[in-house]
């Protein structure tokens, strides 16, 4: 098993920038694809980006190519969000997500994964 908890969200103004945080615990960090989801209300929750076990495969969403970046440090356990040019579209609550895998598909939906943190806002204001 591995517990999820994300941190950094905030308050920003269109066109700022945040860096989201979802760090693990638990065994096998490094086993597990991870994925960042978000729910804007009154909306179903959507794929953001998702990253394999080595950190060098990543696949983002049309929406956010170019401004959302995803990456991890197996090391330290963490995944990371780095949000840059944002867009008040961009509000919403930001989930990170892990599945057990270690192969080279890309899961996108949000049942493709196992644990999930318990998110962080994120608001950008116009």
């Known amino acids: 098993q591995v517990q999820l908890v994300e941190s950094g969200g905030g308050l920003v103004h269109a066109g700022g920038t945040l860096r989201l945080s979802c760090a693990a615990s638990?065994?096998?960090?490094?086993?597990?694809?991870m994925g960042w989801f978000r729910q804007a209300p009154g909306k179903e929750r959507e794929f953001v980006a998702v990253?394999?076990?080595?950190?060098?495969?990543?696949y983002s969403a049309d929406s956010v190519k170019g401004r959302l970046t995803i990456s991890r440090d197996n090391a330290k356990n963490t995944m990371y969000l780095q949000m840059n040019s944002l867009k008040p579209e961009d509000t919403a609550v930001y989930y990170c997500?892990?599945?057990?895998?270690?192969?080279?598909?890309?899961?996108?939906?949000?049942?493709?994964?196992?644990?999930w943190g318990q998110g962080t806002q994120v608001t950008v204001s116009s």
């Open positions: 990253i394999l076990t080595s950190g060098d495969s990543t």
């Open positions: 997500a892990a599945r057990y895998y270690s192969g080279s598909n890309y899961y996108i939906g949000r049942y493709d994964y196992d644990y």
């Open positions: 638990g065994r096998r960090f490094s086993s597990y694809a």
